[in-house]
């Protein structure tokens, strides 16, 4: 019903002028988002499920395409990944599932801000090593 009631307002602001804008430069106009990842080496994006929808105007591709265009390397976190997600590698340099073991989805959302600590924690920590080792070689 939520789903519905969202799409007849949406057609009543459409038939009152309003634009239909697509989510994701929505988001980048309201945030400055081009310009934070303009100035990272390195964008941690994410959704809850990924997979080849993924690639069609949702959020965290076109984070990877601001961040490709920026030459900052993107990470896709996902709680869990479905047909199609093969195809993300083309977009983003790695791509992490949150979930650490075989649960239930009930589970996982409970457990999902903690899941989600320690998977950025450790894509951090491997960023910095890789990072450190970088500058050991060159010196």
């Known amino acids: ?6 799409n007849v307002l949406g057609f009543a ?13 929505f988001v980048e106009k309201m945030t400055g988002l081009k310009d934070w990842i303009h100035g990272a080496d390195w964008v941690l994006t994410g959704e809850g499920r990924s997979d080849s929808q993924t690639l069609y ?5 076109y984070v990877a395409e601001i961040a490709r265009d920026a030459g900052t390397e993107a990470v896709l976190i996902s709680g869990s990944f ?39 924690r450790n894509i951090v920590r491997s960023i910095v090593r890789a990072q450190n080792q970088n500058l050991q070689m060159s010196n």
């Not at 093969?86 to 009930?106: G, Q």
Request: net charge negative; charged share 20%.
């Open 82 to 120: 479905g047909p199609g997600s093969e195809k993300l590698l083309s977009y983003f340099s790695a791509c992490f599932s949150i979930v650490d073991r075989p649960a239930a989805l009930e589970e996982c959302m409970e457990r999902a801000e903690i899941l989600l600590y320690e998977c950025t």
């Open 57 to 61: 105007g949702k959020l965290p591709r």
């Open 1 to 6: 019903m939520a789903a519905l009631n969202g």
């Open 13 to 25: 602001f459409l038939v009152l002028g309003a634009d239909l804008v697509p989510g994701a430069k």
